[in-house]
């Protein structure tokens, strides 16, 4: 049977832990807005560009390239995700992973979008 002293530290750690997950989501999140103006900002750009008759295939390349990053991105988000309903679920049963960000553990359970 755990402790109730250690049972309270164990909750605000997880409070602590539960606020460093959100932040880091909500900047993944922001990570992919970014990348989407970016790249619609570029192939605008690369649109409206007097050039070649290739000009549209061009275009295309940023689009691609941003959308690998979005990618990314997303699947960050969603291992971050899946670290948040694992502290949710088993830091008070537990000190195992106290204050370990690393998502990565989780990829063989977040399906990659790339």
Known sequence: MMKMENKESLKEYMLKEIEIIQDTIKRMGFNSFMTKGWAISLVVITLLLKGTEY???????????????????????????????WVINNRLKTEEYLF????????????SRV
């Open 100 to 111: 370990d960000m690393n998502a990565y553990r989780f990829k063989d359970k977040v399906q």
């Open 55 to 85: 000009q549209v295939w061009i275009a295309f390349i940023p689009l691609i390239v941003f959308w690998f990053l979005d990618a990314y991105f997303l699947w960050q988000e969603k291992l971050y995700r899946k670290l948040y309903e």
